[in-house]
């Protein structure tokens, strides 16, 4: 029975990374940090907060304050939270 390695050698490493294929699917990924585009759209206080409760996250104090001072938002909240912790 064969032995499989999960691991490449050196040479073999080497062979795929030059392999058109592979490059042709790599060409796409970014493989440096991108900086976030200054012009994108936020996304809006509430839905951060929905997030941070589905995910069990605790909140920013600005998100608390924020969340106090638009009742509007909270209401949307409390329309899309569903009991028991299913968004």
Request: proline content about 9%.
């Amino acid at each position: 029975m064969m032995k499989m390695s999960l691991f490449y050698s050196a040479s073999r490493r080497e062979k795929l990374s030059k392999d058109p294929k592979i490059q042709a699917k790599l060409k796409g990924v970014p493989f440096t940090y991108q900086p976030k585009d200054p012009n994108r759209v936020k996304a809006p206080i509430r839905r951060l907060v929905k997030e941070r409760l589905y995910c069990d996250e605790s909140f920013w104090p600005e998100e608390m304050d924020y969340m106090r001072e638009h009742p509007e938002d909270l209401q949307w909240l409390k329309g899309h939270v569903r009991p028991g912790g299913n968004l």
